[in-house]
T-cell receptor, first 112, second 113 residues
């Protein structure tokens, strides 16, 4: 069966510091991968999605970037965090032609 | 951009009550999904709908893909305390990128005090 992991579970970072969040998927090959941000327990905002290694699409301009160095690894990064980057970050995967997305446990980021 | 209107925003339930929530859009959707999110966790997929008029059940949960393809509803029968959480509808509108979903803002279910 497929599982999705996110690391770390929680993170507190000062403004201006860098960020790296990791997402890995097990039990499937060539998944589509997604990064979402959720503010205040509501409303999922799609940040990035990837259909393959090195292929990243950005949905909204922001202070963040994403990379996919391996088939089942998706990384969310920032060079300098802003206070507005605080939130709950969710990674999700889906299979190529399907629309069902499966979410990871999330990372709670607090920028101070 | 595309938006989903999900209602109600919040509701209180008493154990044993039936619950209903819905999502509407001004655009035609070809997929409707319903998720539940518990505090501090990722959303969990409850039901997926792919055909207009489709009615699908998952235990006490029933969801339908509206005939007009612009709406969907989720019913929970005989609610229990563990039904508390936030329920999200999500869909892919016709002409949207494959796999890219639009999410509603959620319906928060709480236990009636």
């Amino acid at each position: 069966s497929q599982t999705i992991h996110q690391w770390p579970a929680t993170l507190v970072q000062p403004v201006g510091s860098p960020l790296s969040l990791e997402c890995t998927v097990e039990g499937t090959s060539n998944p589509n991968l997604y990064w979402y941000r959720q503010a205040a327990g509501r409303g999922l905002q799609l940040l990035f999605y990837s259909v393959g290694i090195g292929q990243i699409s950005s949905e909204v301009p922001q202070n963040l970037s994403a990379s996919r160095p391996q088939d089942r690894q998706f990384i969310l990064s920032s060079k300098k965090l802003l206070l507005s980057d605080s939130g709950f970050y969710l990674c999700a995967w889906s299979l190529g032609q399907g629309n069902e997305q499966y979410f990871g446990p999330g990372t709670r980021l607090t920028v101070t | 951009g595309q938006q989903l209107n999900q209602s109600p925003q919040s509701m209180f339930i008493q154990e044993g009550e039936d619950v209903s929530m819905n999502c509407t859009s001004s655009s035609i959707f070809n997929t409707w999904l319903w998720y539940k999110q518990d505090p501090g966790e990722g959303p969990v997929l409850l039901i997926a709908l792919y055909k207009a008029g489709e009615l699908t059940s998952n235990g006490r949960l029933t969801a339908q893909f509206g005939i007009t393809r612009k709406d969907s509803f989720l019913n929970i029968s005989a609610s229990i305390p563990s039904d508390v959480g936030i329920y999200f509808c999500a869909g892919q509108y016709y002409g949207g990128s494959q796999g890219n979903l639009i999410f509603g803002k959620g319906t928060k279910l709480s236990v009636k005090p």
